[in-house]
C-alpha cells in the first residue's frame, strides 16, 4: 500500500507542476499579449493627439483667414456706401 500511495503522491505532484507551469506560462503569454496592446493603444493615442493638434492649428489659422476677410468685405462695404452716398448727392437724391 505505501508504495502505492507513493506512486499516487509522485504522480499526482508531478501532474501538478506540470498544470501549474502551464497556467505560469498561459499567463505570461497573456501579459505579453496585453503590454503590447497597451503599447499599440498608447501610441494610437499619440498619433490621434498628434493629429488634434494639426487640426486646432488649421482650424485658427481657417478662423484668422475668415477674421481677415470679414474685415476687407466690412471695408468694401463702406467705400462702396460712401460711393454710393456721393453719386445720390450728385445726382441730387437725399439719404
Do not use: H, I, P, W
Request: overall charge positive; some cysteine; glycine content about 4%.
Amino acid at each position: 500500500f505505501q508504495r502505492f500511495s507513493n506512486r499516487q503522491a509522485n504522480a499526482f505532484n508531478t501532474r501538478v507542476s506540470q498544470e501549474s507551469a502551464e497556467a505560469v506560462e498561459n499567463l505570461s503569454n497573456k501579459v505579453k499579449d496585453l503590454t503590447r496592446s497597451v503599447r499599440r493603444v498608447e501610441d494610437e493615442n499619440r498619433e490621434l493627439r498628434k493629429k488634434n493638434r494639426e487640426m486646432k492649428r488649421r482650424l485658427e489659422e481657417c478662423e484668422e483667414r475668415m477674421k481677415r476677410k470679414e474685415e476687407r468685405n466690412d471695408e468694401r462695404m463702406k467705400e462702396l456706401e460712401r460711393k454710393y452716398t456721393g453719386l445720390l448727392f450728385m445726382l441730387g437724391g437725399k439719404e
